[in-house]
């Protein structure tokens, strides 16, 4: 099992260009999660998805879309990106249930000049 | 509003040395308590989760208990390679759904 794959891994933009960021798990976890990772903050919830066809706010969704694409795959697309959003951005999955452990992706590393 | 708190930031050890790591929380009812480890350039990993004041769990050299109010980790006799960044997390309910609310974490470095 791969776990939570991400990609990519490194990414530098413009302000005002586009990205996807894209995430897929192969454990069968029902729900995903994007978060970012900024110095000093700990990670902050972007976007989850409860369950497939769902997707609902988390603590800083402004400037941020996401699609769950299947139950596999969970993307988080940066419309026009802005230097506030240069950060580390994570993907995760759960199973949603009782024990509600979290597996984490390696990240992307974003910088927007 | 709940908030999760973890101490000291950083920590320098010998190999050998035994140490704890705080974190102390406020949420309203506690559903569980996760301790995450973090390498440099790499996603958190999973480490514990506990559900309840009194609860303990080990893995290693660590072990993590909890209280009302607050979690230790502790790490008896570290090597190099437990050198990382310690997240602890709380689960909290907000607008209806579960979610993780993170502590900053504190950087462990042992050294041989």
């Known amino acids: 099992n791969a776990g939570v794959t991400q990609t990519p891994k490194f990414q530098v933009l413009k302000t005002g260009q586009s990205m996807t960021l894209q995430c897929a798990q192969d454990?069968?976890?029902?729900?995903m999660y994007w978060y970012r990772q900024d110095p000093g903050m700990g990670l902050r919830l972007i976007y989850y998805?409860?369950?497939?066809?769902?997707?609902d706010k988390g603590e800083v969704p402004n400037g941020y879309n996401v699609s769950r694409l299947n139950k596999r795959e969970f993307s988080l697309r940066l419309e026009s990106a802005a230097p506030s959003q240069t950060s580390v951005y994570f993907c995760?999955?759960?199973?949603?249930?009782?024990?509600?452990?979290?597996?984490f992706g390696p990240g992307t590393r974003l910088t927007v000049t | 509003e709940d908030q999760v708190t973890q101490s000291p930031e950083a920590l320098r050890l010998q190999e050998g040395e035994s140490s704890s790591l705080n974190c102390s929380y406020t949420?309203?009812?506690?559903?569980?308590l996760f301790w995450y480890r973090q390498d440099p350039g790499k996603g958190p990993e999973f480490l514990f989760t506990l559900y309840s004041a009194g609860e303990e769990k080990e893995k290693e050299r660590l072990k993590a208990t909890l209280t009302k109010k607050e979690s230790f980790l502790h790490i008896t006799a570290p090597k190099p390679e437990d050198s990382a960044t310690y997240l602890c997390a709380v689960q909290a309910w907000r607008s209806g759904f579960q979610k993780l609310v993170f502590g900053t974490g504190t950087r462990l470095l042992v050294s041989p």
């Open positions: 998805s409860a369950s497939e066809g769902t997707t």
């Open positions: 454990m069968n976890h029902n729900s």
């Open positions: 949420v309203s009812g506690l559903r569980g």
């Open positions: 995760a999955s759960s199973d949603g249930g009782i024990t509600y452990e979290q597996y």
